[in-house]
Every structure is written in C-alpha cells, then in structure tokens.
C-alpha cells in the first residue's frame, strides 16, 4: 500500500466563495503535496466582496470532528484559521494541550464573527491570547493584528512597534511570531519572522495591485505544508511567501468583489505556453 502524504489537520470556516476557510486550505495543501483533514469551525454566508453572515459550530461537533480523526491518522501539523467563538477557541486548546508535538499553526482571524460589537470582539481576541497562542509554534498575523494580541490598550495598539508587538506574542507562549505587511501603506510588502532572540529576516515582495480575499490563509496554511513536508521553519516560511506571492500574481476575480488566490497557478498552462 503507498504511504500516506503529510496529514494537516486544518480548522476553519466554510466560505462559499472560496477564498478562504477550509477550501483555501484544501487547495493550498495539495498544491504542495499534502493531505487536508479540515474540520468546520463555522458557517458563513459570503462571497467574493464580503462577509455576511456568521453561524460557529456547536462546541461539541468541534470537538468529535477533530478528535475522531487524531485518533485515526497521524497528524504531521494543526492550522487553526477563522474559530469564531470563545466556546470553539477552549476546545481547540484542550485538543492542542492534548497534542503537543504536533507543530500548530496559528492564522489569527478576529472580530469578523462580531460586526460592530466591540465588547465581543475584545473578548475574543483575549480568549485567543490566553487560550491558542500558547499551544501555538508560530502565528501569522498583520500588523493590526499583532497590535490587537500584544496589547489591550487601544492608545497604545497604533504606536506599539511591530518588535515590540512580536516579542509580546511570543512572551504569550508561542515560539515565533511572522508579522505580514499586506495592509500597510509601503511600496513592497515586507514581512518579519520573530523569536525568541527577535528579529530573524525580513523578507520584501513587489506589491501587486488589486484586493486579495484569502491571502493570510494562503499563507498560514503553506506554512503548515511545509512544516508537515519536514521543512525546517526558517526555510518553510520563506517557501511559504513564495508560494503565496505566486498563487497572488496568478490571482484571478470569479465575481464582483475581491481577486482570489490561484492556489493551483502552477497546473495551468500561461497563454504563452498555450501559444508556444
């Protein structure tokens, strides 16, 4: 019998469009050679120009879907996307606690569950600081969401220094922090891998123009494949961006509203190819 392709276990919510959630994770793991577990955190009702409802899963049915799949195959890595309530975030943590040598990547999506109301969502975000972050190898937030974990403090979030942000994070629990810069107003995108010891590298990309739907899922979830391929976590998140970058430049726009990954750019042929 031929021998299983790296197992990634992924959480995250069903997005009709496609761009993130589950299927963005999928897609993105068997272009890289892996085979998705995902298990569903929550419904939405969206499509490429936003969300529009949101419906998390009951605890429970979180709970048997992950666990009756730990207990049948052997996980090489966990990616935690959109979780969407505080109940779902306790049992992820149990299930992580459980598991500990399986490395967890953690995209932490926030307050997309909670509209307007900020009391909630500040809630959550705390939950996700005390509750996952510690469970977590690496987390690969943007800088508005690196502020919102390092600090409660909203005077404090917009002036907080993105060094200072990391190493909060990591004082949390988590091994290394991997800032994005997709949402800031810089002529590349550049991105910051952060320990322990701090700053490891910077990397820059061109910034392609257009409005991408599931590009830090993208990102987090080729993380997880290479991880899971046995690639050392340095190198794993470099191939990880190039990855993303690639599936970025190839996007392609199915409807009115955003531009979505092509996680599978490198199956189809370019019109030169074609022409050739």
């Not at 392709?5 to 050679?33: H, K, Q, R, W």
């Not at 409660?152 to 991997?178: K, S, T, W």
């Not at 599931?214 to 990880?240: F, S």
């Not at 599936?247 to 955003?258: I, N, S, T, V, Y």
Request: hydrophobic content about 45%.
């Amino acid at each position: 019998m031929k021998a299983a392709p790296p197992l990634v276990l992924t959480f995250a919510a069903n997005d009709p469009s496609g761009g993130e959630g589950v299927s963005a994770d999928i897609l993105t793991l068997a272009a890289l050679g892996c085979h998705a577990l995902p298990v569903i955190t929550a419904l939405t009702v969206q499509d490429s120009a936003g969300l529009q409802e949101f419906q998390p899963v009951d605890p429970e049915w979180l709970h048997d879907q992950a666990r009756y799949v730990l207990e049948d195959a052997e996980v090489d890595a966990i990616k935690v996307g959109m979780v969407g309530s505080i109940e779902n975030l306790t049992v992820l943590a149990e299930i992580a606690a459980d598991y500990p040598d399986i490395p967890l990547i953690l995209d932490p999506v926030m307050a997309r569950a909670h509209g307007d109301d900020e009391m909630a969502a500040d809630e959550y975000v705390a939950a996700l600081r005390e509750l996952l972050v510690p469970h977590s190898l690496i987390v690969t937030p943007n800088q508005h969401e690196a502020r919102l974990l390092a600090s409660d403090d909203a005077d404090e979030q917009e002036d907080l220094p993105l060094d200072a942000a990391a190493n909060r994070i990591i004082q949390l629990g988590c091994e290394y922090v991997l800032i994005t810069g997709a949402q800031a107003a810089t002529p590349k995108v550049n991105n910051a891998l952060f320990s322990q010891n701090g700053r490891m590298r910077t990397d820059s990309w061109d910034r392609l123009p257009g409005r991408f739907h599931g590009a830090g899922a993208t990102l987090a979830a080729a993380i997880a494949g290479a991880l899971a391929n046995g690639v050392e976590l340095g190198q794993g998140v470099r191939d990880a961006q190039e990855y993303t970058w690639q599936a970025l430049k190839h996007a392609f726009r199915p409807g009115m509203g955003q531009m979505l990954p092509d996680r599978m750019f490198w199956a189809r042929s370019t019109d030169d190819e074609a022409g050739a």
